[in-house]
């Protein structure tokens, strides 16, 4: 499965965002989906992810950003509102399969100016 993400900017403080991230072949929803992200001297750390059974978020988002996932486009997508400086970092689709396998995308750059 190859993953491809879009979206990413430059924005100020407050504002929003959309990332979007495109599987290569089908997904399955029983099959967790998400995004990590990556800001420089730090390690990568969940920010969303969903399945067929839950929808998680880092407590350092829930309230601003919003997870969804259309199946029958093999997308999954992160709405960001409210972004604030300490959300820049590099943003990172993954897929996990049945095996749990785990694939990654290529990473999006999101940079938020104070």
């Known amino acids: 499965v190859q993953l491809v993400e879009s979206g990413g900017g430059l924005v100020q403080a407050g504002g929003s965002l959309r990332l979007s991230c495109a599987a290569s072949?089908?997904?399955?929803?029983?099959?967790?989906m998400g995004w990590y992200r990556q800001a420089p001297g730090k390690v990568r750390e969940l920010v969303a992810m969903t399945d067929s059974y839950r929808t998680k978020y880092a407590d350092s988002v829930k309230d601003r950003f919003t997870i969804s996932r259309d199946n029958a486009k093999n997308t999954v997508y992160l709405q960001m509102n409210s972004l604030k400086p300490e959300d820049t970092a590099v943003y990172y689709c993954?897929?996990?399969?049945?095996?749990?396998?785990?694939?990654w995308g290529q990473g999006t750059q999101v940079t938020v100016s104070s």
């Open positions: 993954y897929y996990a399969d049945s095996s749990r396998r785990q694939y």
């Open positions: 072949r089908t997904i399955f929803s029983i099959n967790p």
